[in-house]
């Protein structure tokens, strides 16, 4: 076999992967079918981000922020060129998208061991060391050498920022966290009512070649969360606790959070409003809210398939399939959900397709930690499988668990940097 690697795929994972392989001084062919472009990107750029919400929070006590310090701990590359890239958020890490995609495409581009060939591939060669990393819109003959799983995903609309009407906003962050990083929309018990009535009644665009109108609980369409209850918005993206409106001295009925899209300001998203409702719908339903009564919406809202493998049957825990040990499965198509997941994954992918190549022992973390734990849930049997993000609940028990619950978190998180450091230091793993 040859010293070299195949990456399938040029997204989060798929960069993660090649430059992790890059590290060790094994060659790489980095494959990406783009600028053959799909219903959900935008550029020829690698590692585009799809969606527009950020990468989540950075606090390392929440499970989020703990991926991160795990990701560090591990020398992540493109966590720390999302750090190059990032824009305020309060306590989350979120990036100028364009800026993140020119400089992971710039990163490859400059790697010696990297070779970038845009071109689609449409069958996998099992002969070859693979790390196959083709996302949530894996399709044609690769999708069906390992069979795949759907749910669907949905990206919220994005406006320009000097269309927002100040007059019917404030700037701050919930509870007074962070910088004034989000634009804050607030809505009187009248026209939140309106705007749920509306949205509830708003016609949604077709999906095509779609077998079933699946939605994944993590990236739920606006339009069928609200369908649920009048209320179940004031208690999601929409809830006003830890807001006060300067205009009225009290708190909102209900408040929409726009957040920085790119580092100038210049583009705000609409957070937790993915959606498929049609265009003109979007823009006729949006422009309800006093501060967009006037928005220009520079990017609308898709939905659009998601896939995965079934990974309890299909995966070991070093993401190699277990039908074809030569192929190893990162980022979103494993089973993990996020944009740090898989990136985590392509990372881990990638770190045990070199041990495989070079006779040595997988790398599996930790189930004290975040990414141990995730791995050992995609390997765990579950007759109902679905996508899973980083959470706490993952985690084994704590011995002694504390009360109080942000000393409890700060003692998973103690636990888990403990604990990956240790493995590091008895496997050797840089």
């Not at 996998?124 to 999708?143: H, I, K, S, W």
């Not at 404030?170 to 007074?176: M, P």
């Amino acid at each position: 076999m040859n010293r070299q690697i195949d990456v399938i795929g040029g997204g989060l994972a798929g960069c993660e992967a090649a430059l992790r392989i890059a590290s060790h001084g094994i060659d790489v062919r980095l494959f990406e079918a783009k600028p053959i472009r799909s219903p959900a990107h935008h550029t020829n750029k690698l590692a585009e981000l799809v969606c527009s919400n950020s990468l989540k929070s950075d606090d390392p006590n929440t499970a989020s922020g703990l991926l991160k310090r795990e990701l560090e701990l591990l020398d992540c590359r493109l966590l720390s060129i999302a750090r190059t890239c990032a824009v305020p958020a309060g306590n989350a890490l979120a990036v100028d998208r364009t800026q993140f995609a020119e400089a992971v495409t710039d990163a490859v581009e400059a790697d010696p061991h990297v070779e970038l060939i845009r071109r689609r591939v449409d069958a996998l060669d099992e002969n070859r060391m693979t790390v196959l990393a083709t996302g949530p819109l894996t399709m044609g003959g690769v999708a069906d050498a390992i069979g795949l799983l759907h749910f669907y995903d949905a990206a919220a609309p994005i406006v320009a920022a000097d269309s927002i009407d100040c007059r019917y906003a404030f700037s701050g962050s919930r509870y007074g966290k962070g910088s004034d990083d989000y634009i804050n929309c607030p809505m009187n018990k009248e026209e939140y009512y309106a705007f749920v009535d509306a949205l509830t009644a708003a016609e949604v665009a077709p999906l095509h070649d779609f077998d079933r109108r699946e939605v994944f609980e993590g990236c739920m369409p606006i339009e069928i969360m609200a369908a649920r209850g009048r209320d179940t918005l004031r208690f999601g993206p929409l809830r006003p606790v830890g807001f006060t409106d300067p205009a009225t001295g009290r708190r909102p009925y209900a408040v929409l959070q726009l957040r920085k899209e790119n580092v100038a300001g210049e583009m705000y998203n609409l957070v937790g409003f993915q959606t498929n409702l049609k265009f003109g719908e979007q823009k006729r339903v949006f422009s309800m809210i006093p501060a967009l009564g006037n928005c220009e919406i520079l990017r609308y809202g898709v939905m659009h398939r998601n896939s995965f493998i079934e990974a309890p049957k299909t995966i070991e825990e070093s993401f190699c399939l277990k039908d074809k040990p030569n192929v190893f499965i990162g980022g979103q198509l494993s089973g993990v959900e996020g944009y740090v997941e898989s990136i985590a994954s392509g990372l881990l992918a990638a770190e045990n397709a070199v041990r495989s190549m070079t006779d040595r022992p997988p790398v599996v973390l930790p189930p004290e930690t975040i990414l141990g734990a995730l791995t050992r849930y995609l390997v765990t049997p579950n007759a109902d499988f679905q996508p899973m993000n980083a959470n706490f609940g993952i985690l084994p028990p704590l011995e002694n668990p504390p009360r109080d619950k942000q000393e409890r978190k700060a003692a998973y998180a103690a636990r888990s940097v403990a604990a990956l450091k240790q493995f590091k230091k008895a496997v050797g793993l840089n």
